[in-house]
């Protein structure tokens, strides 16, 4: 806390920070521990103490790990359920099987509160049916998505989910209708990616390409067509016949023609240099905001969705830089190289350069 008063005034995200901070300085002392030679090596576990249920131990972080594969709300109420000692998932869990609807869902451990919270967080897997596609997981609030895009929020809420100016409203760009909605899927948040790109180039009206991105989502018959492989690969026709049928202006334009072939628009291009597509003509896995030779990634099955190096957040590397701390110490304290903490700064900067110009 020292050094935290110390650096106050440059700290941006003091949680962050001190988080960071303070974990590096307990894992540098006890680098600096000397243990005295034995004979013989006890048997147990260096990471636990003597008094801890392994067993609970590991069944807590199967919890966590299952807690991670659901959807926003639904992970919200888990971590409820757990909290409340399961009371909603527990009754969850007794209507299902009272009902008959799932009888087994697989879970066992020695805990009763643990087996119970495996049990409603099981459940709720089942609920979803594990037939949620990446780009239906809702990973982002819409504030959270906008730092990460670098775009404003108010701007970002207008393109996911419409917005009212002047008496007028304005239907979405990206979501069918207007649902009210706060929470971000993987898919709005891929397509909001490919927004991005061209409201950075040309400083227009996004809303112009709301007829494309319907048209789009009807004739390949998919939720989310810009987060796709389809339109960028193997039907550009169809792109460009859809454009031709929404008289879409040519700085909007997903394909072009140029010396008689049919190419991808420097939008999408560059969208398309920036994203991992699952094999075939899958959707978008991951991101890469800077270029694939980077090391930042946006996974939204990595530290739910937010930027990171080797597992790191970006956020929390640029905030130690902010603070005053150099370069090398940071990859010294991460035990990364130091072009990983280079690459993150410059993206952190990057972004909140762009969310006032996106």
């Known amino acids: 806390m020292i050094k ?20 590096r300085e307990y894992a540098r002392r006890i680098a600096r521990i000397e243990e005295d030679p034995v004979g013989e090596v006890p048997d147990i576990n260096p990471l636990l103490g003597a008094n801890v249920d392994v067993n609970a131990f590991e069944q807590r972080h199967e919890v966590l790990r299952l807690l991670a594969l659901l959807p926003l709300p639904a992970r919200s109420d888990a971590d409820r359920d757990g909290v409340r000692s399961c009371g909603q998932g527990v009754g969850r869990a007794r209507r299902h099987e009272r009902e008959g609807t799932s009888s087994s869902v697989g879970v066992s451990c020695s805990n009763p509160k643990l087996c119970d919270v495996r049990h409603a967080t099981a459940l709720m897997l089942h609920d979803a049916g594990m037939g949620i596609t990446v780009l239906d997981r809702e990973v982002y ?6 730092r990460v895009l670098g775009v404003r929020p108010a701007r970002l809420r207008g393109w996911i989910d419409g917005y009212s100016r002047g008496g007028s409203d304005y239907e979405p760009v990206i979501r069918p209708e207007r649902t009210g909605e706060d929470a971000v899927t993987w898919g709005e948040f891929v397509e909001a990616g490919y927004l991005r ?9 996004l809303q112009r390409l709301r007829p494309v991105v319907q048209r789009l989502r009807e004739r390949l018959g998919v939720p989310y067509p810009l987060a796709h492989a389809k339109p960028y690969v193997a039907n550009r026709e169809l792109v460009l016949e859809v454009q031709d049928e929404t008289g879409i202006d040519r700085e909007l334009a997903m394909v072009v023609i140029r010396n008689g072939q049919l190419i991808l628009a420097p939008g999408a291009a560059a969208f398309v240099e920036k994203v991992e597509f699952a094999p075939g003509d899958g959707e978008v896995l991951r991101i890469h905001p800077d270029d694939k030779y980077s090391p930042v990634v946006i996974d939204p099955l990595r530290n739910f969705g937010a930027p990171v190096v080797h597992g790191i957040r970006t956020e929390n590397l640029y905030d130690l830089f902010a603070a005053g ?4 110490e940071i990859a010294n304290g991460y035990d990364i190289a130091v072009a990983d903490v280079e690459a993150a700064i410059r993206y952190e900067s990057r972004i909140k350069r762009q969310e006032t110009a996106a």
Do not use: F, G
């Open 4 to 23: 935290a008063y110390q650096r106050w005034e440059h700290i941006r995200q003091p949680k962050a920070w001190t988080r960071t901070v303070a974990s």
């Open 141 to 146: 609030s819409t504030s959270e998505a906008a």
């Open 197 to 205: 790109e061209y409201r950075i180039r040309h400083k227009v009206s």
């Open 325 to 328: 701390d150099s370069v090398a």
